[in-house]
């Protein structure tokens, strides 16, 4: 099961934001930046930022994460996004005698196939084992362990890249591990940061309208909208 824990982030990670976002509309020193910086002052700057889409401010703030128990399918998900720094466990370097693997809800409520899924990968990795036990090394003998295999990573990310990436992956449409891995992840950012974490979240809510071909409810797509305008 996928666990979340933020290790560490910038100090005062909203009243930065503000800091650095008053440096474009105010002629004040750097001295006096943060002066008379009150958490309503912090909260209209950064409602203003949002609104404007001037989002370099949020690139001041950055939130390190340590993630367990996600498969290596989504991890791999996951390192598609650029603007981020990543440290994942290596299977060249563990051993992984001990072997925990993700089995997705589909796969767990089909009593038949879920037998045949923890047979099969049970098979991989006691062939995985036996390799191991004959000497190949622990880089070659991975190569029959699963997707499902579970990880382990750090990752540090920006809040501005943070926003666009939970645009894209809270997005009901993203895969359900990915979706749940950044459902945590704004959970820890609303521990730290409240304002923040109000902006994590899928891109329909900046848009007004679905993208996807098909909506999961929460917005029509642009074709329905199209649809339900009266003809001229
Ligand atoms: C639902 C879903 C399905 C997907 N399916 C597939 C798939 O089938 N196959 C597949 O290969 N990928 C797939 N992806 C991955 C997707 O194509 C992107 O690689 C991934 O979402 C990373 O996001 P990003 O490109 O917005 O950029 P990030 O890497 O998060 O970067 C953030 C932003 O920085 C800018 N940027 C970063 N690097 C560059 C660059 N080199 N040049 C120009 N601008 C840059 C872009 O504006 C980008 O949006 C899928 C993603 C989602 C959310």
Known sequence: MVHVALITYTPDP?????VAARVSVSAVGISQLSEKLTPEMVKRLIDRLISSGHLSPFEHVNFTFAIEGISR???HQLVRHRIASYTQQSQRYVSFRKFDYVT???????????AKYHQT?????RLYVEMLDAGIPAE???????????TILVMTMNARELM???SLRLCLKAQWEIVALFGKIKDEVEKVAPRIAAELKPKCY????CDEAKSCGLFPTAAEIQAEKPSS
């Open 164 to 166: 666009h990436v939970c």
């Open 104 to 114: 997705p809800p589909t796969i767990s409520a089909k009593a038949e196939l879920k």
């Open 206 to 209: 900046q848009l007004g309208y």
């Open 14 to 18: 909203e009243r930065t934001i503000a």
């Open 73 to 75: 399918v989504t991890s």
């Open 140 to 150: 070659d003998a991975r190569y029959v362990l699963p997707g499902a295999a579970e």
């Open 121 to 125: 990968v049970s098979d991989a990795h």
